[in-house]
C-alpha cells in the first residue's frame, strides 16, 4: 500500500515555466520533507513542514502543507535547468519517529 | 564535516550469496535508518538503529539485518540474496527529529 501519492510522476517544461508538484495521502503526518534526488546519488532534503497550513519558501521553491497535514504541495518559479531531478516527498507518521514514508517521486526535466 | 558516508559505491553480488553494506553518520547524529530503492521507485524503510538497537523494522524479511556500532556506525546485511535485491541501498543519519540527512548509497546488483 502507497501511503504517499505524487503527480505527476513525469513533467518536462520549458525553462522559465511554472510548475506545482503534489503529494496526497490519506494519511496524517507529522512532519513532512521535500527531497531533491539526482542519478547516482542519495536524496538531498530540501524542507522540512510540521504545522497544518504552513507555507515554507525557499528561493523560487515554495512548499505548502495542507491544512489537515495529509497533503503537501511544491511549487517553482521561472523553472531552470539546473532544477532538474527526482522530487520526492517524506512522512512521518509519529512526531520523533524518524521512519519516513516515501512517495513515488516526481522526475521533472527542465528543457533550456 | 564529512556527512554520511557509505561503503561501497557498488557492489555486484551473485544469487544466494551475502552481503554487508556499512555507513557513518553525520558527525553528531546517533541514529542510522537503511532504505531499498529499486529502480524508478521511492525510497522504502528497511529498519532503524538507535543505542545499538534495532528501533523500527519496515515489510522486510528476517535476511535482512543490522547492526549498531558503539562510533553510531551501522551495517546491513542481506542473506541468501535474490534478483530482487538489486537496488541502491541508502543510509540516513538524524538525531531526534525526522529529515533524515541520506548518504550517496551503495548500488547493488544481484545476478
Known amino acids: 500500500t502507497q501511503l504517499l501519492e505524487q503527480s505527476p510522476q513525469f513533467l518536462s517544461i520549458q525553462e522559465g515555466e511554472n510548475l506545482t508538484v503534489y503529494c496526497n495521502s490519506s494519511s496524517v503526518f507529522s512532519s513532512l520533507q521535500w527531497y531533491r534526488q539526482e542519478p547516482g546519488e542519495g536524496p538531498v532534503l530540501l524542507v522540512t513542514?510540521?504545522?497544518?497550513?504552513e507555507v515554507k519558501k525557499l528561493k523560487r521553491l515554495t512548499f505548502q502543507f495542507g491544512d489537515a497535514r495529509k497533503d503537501s504541495s511544491l511549487h517553482i518559479t521561472a523553472a531552470q535547468p539546473g532544477d532538474t531531478g527526482l522530487y520526492l516527498c517524506a512522512g512521518a507518521l509519529d512526531f520523533g519517529n524518524e521512519k519516513l514514508t516515501f512517495g513515488t517521486g516526481t522526475r521533472l526535466t527542465i528543457i533550456p | 564535516d564529512a556527512g554520511v558516508t557509505q561503503s561501497p559505491t557498488h557492489l555486484i553480488k551473485t544469487r544466494g550469496q551475502q552481503v554487508t553494506l556499512r555507513c557513518s553518520p553525520k558527525?553528531?547524529?546517533?541514529?542510522v535508518s537503511w532504505y531499498q530503492q529499486a529502480l524508478g521507485q521511492g525510497p522504502q524503510f528497511i529498519f532503524q538503529y538507535y543505542e545499538e538497537e534495532e528501533r523500527q523494522r519496515g515489510n522486510f524479511p528476517d535476511r535482512f539485518s543490522g547492526h549498531q556500532f558503539p562510533n553510531y556506525s551501522s551495517e546491513l546485511n542481506v542473506n541468501a540474496l535474490l534478483l530482487g535485491d538489486s537496488a541502491l541501498y541508502l543510509c540516513a543519519s538524524s538525531q531526534k527529529l525526522a529529515g533524515g540527512f541520506f548518504g550517496p548509497g551503495t548500488r547493488l546488483t544481484v545476478l
Open positions: 558527525s553528531g547524529h546517533d541514529t
Open positions: 513542514v510540521v504545522t497544518g497550513g
